[in-house]
């Protein structure tokens, strides 16, 4: 478990195609708060933590969002990105540890949450909740998907519940939103919460 921690592990399942839950697409419920977003959000300051093969960046890029931040600390699906996406501005492909980057750096309107949670080591999972909080403006928001299921062992993507999520959260965020999503992947449906939460303060 603790190997969820380190960069090398993720670019060797990157490296080997063995990222189980990939859907190879952008996730609907994602898909459909995208597109009833104003034209005026498109100017916004968004992160995309733990991206991966960033099926939901290039969705938001090809909508004309121009200030997407992606973040991984695997280099093998940034650079995945960037050639499926050779206009998308590099310095928006960042390359760096989540959990270390600066809130003095960085600020955002919103968080995009997907299957970067279920990806963490479960006793970080306080520490997410603190730096999504930080790297949010006032009144901002994380907006995703998180699973409402377990699953079998030891190895990611690991589980929650909507009891863990609202204990967890509720200490620097206002949940607007945490309720089973009607609109998932098949593949995924009655296993997914979608949140819509802002931070408090």
């Not at 200490?171 to 949140?195: C, K, V, W």
Request: hydrophobic share 35%.
């Amino acid at each position: 478990m603790d190997n969820v921690n380190e960069a090398q592990y993720w670019q060797q399942r990157y490296e080997s195609d063995s990222i189980q839950w990939d859907m190879g697409q952008v996730s609907p419920p994602l898909k459909a708060y995208i597109d009833q977003l104003p034209e005026s959000a498109k100017s916004q300051r968004i992160l995309v933590p733990g991206a991966g093969n960033a099926y939901e960046v290039g969705y938001l890029h090809e909508q004309g969002f121009s200030n997407v931040i992606l973040v991984d600390f695997a280099p093998a699906p940034i650079e995945d990105f960037a050639k499926r996406y050779p206009d998308f501005p590099t310095k928006h492909l960042i390359c760096a540890d989540f959990f270390a980057l600066s809130p003095d750096d960085y600020q955002f309107d919103w968080i995009l949450e997907q299957t970067f949670f279920c990806a963490i080591n479960p006793d970080r999972r306080n520490e997410y909740v603190q730096q999504m909080a930080a790297l949010l403006k006032p009144q901002g928001k994380l907006i995703g998907l998180l699973f409402d299921r377990e699953f079998a062992g030891d190895d990611i993507p690991f589980g929650g519940s909507l009891d863990e999520y609202l204990q967890r959260f509720k200490s620097h965020f206002d949940i607007e939103i945490m309720e089973t999503s009607y609109n998932s992947h098949p593949a995924r449906q009655g296993s997914e919460l979608f949140i819509k939460l802002r931070v408090k303060g």
